[in-house]
């Protein structure tokens, strides 16, 4: 078997037990590819979207419409880290029924080519939810990556007005 071959190998016999294909690069070779770098990038303009957004309404409704090409106007993601890995993502917000959670749906693809390998992320769906901290007016994110490559975070706020409270 080639050297390809065998990282090829490696890399989808890991993926089966949930470790990213570029998980497992970055962890192999010491360097994050970018694949992980336009990743973080893109969590860290939504983090800056949704905590200005509440910052100026101190509610969640309505529900910011928030695109890449929304966090590039802004100036949050990199439109050159972007163009270098186009994720494929949709995005959907929505309440959890009987609960104090927003819950940030974010479905992505990707793929990315590192030394004639092509590493495709094992899982395709990103369920994020935020919780944000009124009394200091920040956004908490908290990563847990699971079998299935999910990352979660939580975000609270009064279910009785729709918005945080007011803590002066």
Not at 8 to 25: C, I
Not at 106 to 111: F, I, K, N, Q, R
Not at 134 to 156: F, I, K, R
Not at 158 to 168: I, L, W
Request: net charge negative.
């Amino acid at each position: 078997m080639t050297l390809q071959g065998s990282i090829l190998a490696s890399a989808l016999a890991l993926s089966f037990v949930g470790v990213s294909t570029t998980m497992w690069y970055s962890l192999t070779h010491g360097k994050k590819t970018q694949l992980e770098a336009s990743h973080e990038a893109l969590n860290q303009g939504m983090q800056q979207a949704l905590t200005e957004h509440v910052h100026a309404s101190r509610c969640i409704d309505p529900l910011p419409d928030i695109t890449p090409q929304y966090l590039i106007e802004k100036g949050w993601l990199s439109s050159s880290v972007w163009a270098k890995t186009p994720w494929q993502v949709a995005l959907q917000w929505e309440r959890v029924p009987q609960s104090d959670f927003v819950v940030l749906s974010m479905t992505y693809t990707a793929t990315d080519e590192i030394e004639g390998v092509t590493l495709r992320e094992a899982a395709a769906d990103t369920v994020q939810q935020w919780r944000y901290h009124p009394a200091t007016w920040s956004l908490s994110v908290q990563n847990m990556v699971s079998v299935t490559d999910t990352e979660w975070a939580m975000m609270d706020f009064d279910m009785e007005s729709g918005c945080y409270a007011s803590y002066d």
